[in-house]
């Protein structure tokens, strides 16, 4: 058991511009979010509908992407963003994670099916002390071109470990007494990325190691 403080706002409205963000360049075109379109894990109208397309792009300056504003944190820590995804149709697809602060050694690919899934990475920051967790598609990348998916449950916390899912809104929020899962770091085509299905019984994701 440990407790710490949940970092991403807005962890379900990824339309909400106090909280999240879109970019494109290259041949990328503006990602689309639509809220509240599908079930949740948990159950909930609550999932958003993410869209987003490269095109033909084939260089790293064509992308298509979504991130949650910068956060400033402590520097030279570890951190573990979460986040629940699931391809809206029936297509498979891989997209990027990856955090522009501590560097694009850091990205880590998920792959998307029609089975709600939630993956995580940690990372460990850089002297900026500063994290900005960013999902994208881009052309040089082992990313699809386009993808359809559904997205819930975003969650940055403290620590290389993943925590039971919390929502917030406007603020972070401090969770106490949560159980914890520890990332896969055997696992070396993912390192430091675990990949965990929702327990509707307790509200934590455990970890298929």
Known sequence: MCSSDLLITYSEEFGNALGWSVSIA??????????????????TQTADRLVMTIGSGTTTSDYSTIYHTTTTISANASYTVSLWLKSYDSN????????DQTGSANGVYWTVTPTWQRFSTSWVTNATACIAPR???????????NCDILIWGAQLERGPYLGNYVKTTSS???RSNTVINIAN?????VSN????SFDTSNE??????
């Open 26 to 43: 290259g041949t990328g075109v503006t990602p689309v979010v639509t809220s509240n379109v599908s079930s949740a894990p948990d159950g």
């Open 172 to 174: 972070a929020v401090n």
């Open 135 to 145: 999902l994208w598609l881009r052309g040089a990348a082992s990313t699809s071109s």
């Open 92 to 99: 498979t697809y891989t997209v990027l994670m990856r955090d």
């Open 185 to 189: 770091t055997a696992d070396t085509a």
């Open 204 to 209: 934590i994701g455990r970890a298929h190691v």
């Open 193 to 196: 990325t675990a990949l965990v």
